[in-house]
């Protein structure tokens, strides 16, 4: 049976390890028949992506810091010159000071307010730029935000600043790029143990809440990401367009602790 994705080709920015949402995401495009290709952040996780990235077929491996228009442009000429078209890309990317992530959001320094904006948010705008000419015959683009752009989640400080940008970002490239045939939506994925998640004090803490009080009484795994990835980067979701998806086992629905949540 052909997959969803037969035929579709695209680009995935984020992939670190095995433990990153991007890897739940490029697992599900390869399963449905899509080709990938895999920006990666430096040679020290070029040794780690590689791997992973021919274990799901692609020899396409391109070295992309975000917070550089240089490297962005050379990116994408790299892509085009292979694939004069693509049909999705994936951002999975966002980064602070993790020394201001915990205390207070007053805190923030305006340093790593603006590097934060920079990679966490404008960086999507930057991608978007470039990805756009070489959807021609239309196309998907996906990034990933957190709760924390919404409400207040203790410590997530700049980082909930940086993904309210992101996902108003998601509503204005939608609406320039629908006219296109262009999509541009998120998921708010719930808390998952990945690399950028070690080095948060009281991360298990964060974990283990959200599993007691979510609807589904469970964390979130990088496989529902990926499934409901797979959902809007195909023509499944065609007619969808500037949406925030939570695949959170419904966390944001709580408004207070469960009745049979113990204390922890
Ligand atoms: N893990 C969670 O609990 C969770 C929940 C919701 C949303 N998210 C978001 O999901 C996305 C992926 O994060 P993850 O949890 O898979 O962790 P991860 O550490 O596996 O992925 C983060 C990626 O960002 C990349 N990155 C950071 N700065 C970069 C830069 N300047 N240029 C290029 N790449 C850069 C890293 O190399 C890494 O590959 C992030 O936007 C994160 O904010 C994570
Ligand atoms: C959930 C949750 C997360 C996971 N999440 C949604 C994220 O978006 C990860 C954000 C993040 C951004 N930059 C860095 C790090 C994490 C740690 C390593 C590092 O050096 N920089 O991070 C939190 C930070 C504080 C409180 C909750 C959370």
């Known amino acids: 049976m052909t997959g969803l994705m037969q035929g579709k080709r695209g680009l995935i920015m984020g992939l670190a390890n095995d433990k990153s949402l991007a890897w739940g995401i490029a697992r599900k495009l390869h399963e449905q ?7 990666y952040q430096g040679d ?6 590689k791997p992973l990235a021919e274990s799901l077929g692609s020899d396409f491996l391109i070295d992309c810091d975000v917070s550089s228009m240089d490297a962005l442009d050379t990116a994408f000429a790299t892509l085009a010159e292979r694939w004069e078209t693509i049909d999705f890309v994936v951002h999975a990317i966002g980064f602070s000071d ?10 923030t320094s305006l340093d ?23 959807m021609s015959e239309g196309g998907s683009i996906l990034t990933l ?21 992101l996902e108003t970002s998601v509503q204005y490239l939608a609406n320039d790029l629908g006219p296109k045939g262009i999509r541009v939506n998120a998921i708010s994925a719930g808390p998952v143990k990945t690399l ?5 004090g009281d991360f298990r803490y964060i974990l283990k809440w959200n599993e007691l009080n979510s609807p589904l009484r469970r964390n979130t795994t990088i ?10 980067l195909s023509d499944l979701s065609s007619g969808v367009t500037g949406e925030v998806h939570h695949v959170d086992s419904g966390y944001h629905l709580v408004g207070m602790k469960q009745e049979d949540a113990p204390d922890i």
């Not at 020290?44 to 992506?49: H, I, N, P, T």
């Not at 993790?98 to 805190?107: A, F, I, N, P, Q």
């Not at 496989?223 to 809007?232: E, P, Q, R, T």
């Open 223 to 232: 496989d529902d990401v990926g499934g409901a990835g797979l959902y809007l």
């Open 196 to 200: 950028a998640a070690s080095g948060i």
């Open 33 to 39: 028949g899509a080709e990938l290709a895999f920006s």
């Open 145 to 165: 935000t957190y709760y924390g752009a919404e409400k207040v989640v203790p410590h997530y400080n700049v980082m909930g600043v940086a993904k309210a940008a």
């Open 44 to 49: 020290a996780l070029l040794k780690r992506v």
């Open 98 to 107: 993790k020394s201001e992530l915990r205390g207070h959001y007053y805190d």
């Open 112 to 134: 790593n307010f603006l590097m934060t904006m920079n990679i966490s948010a404008y960086s999507l705008v930057a991608v978007t730029k470039r990805a756009m000419p070489m």
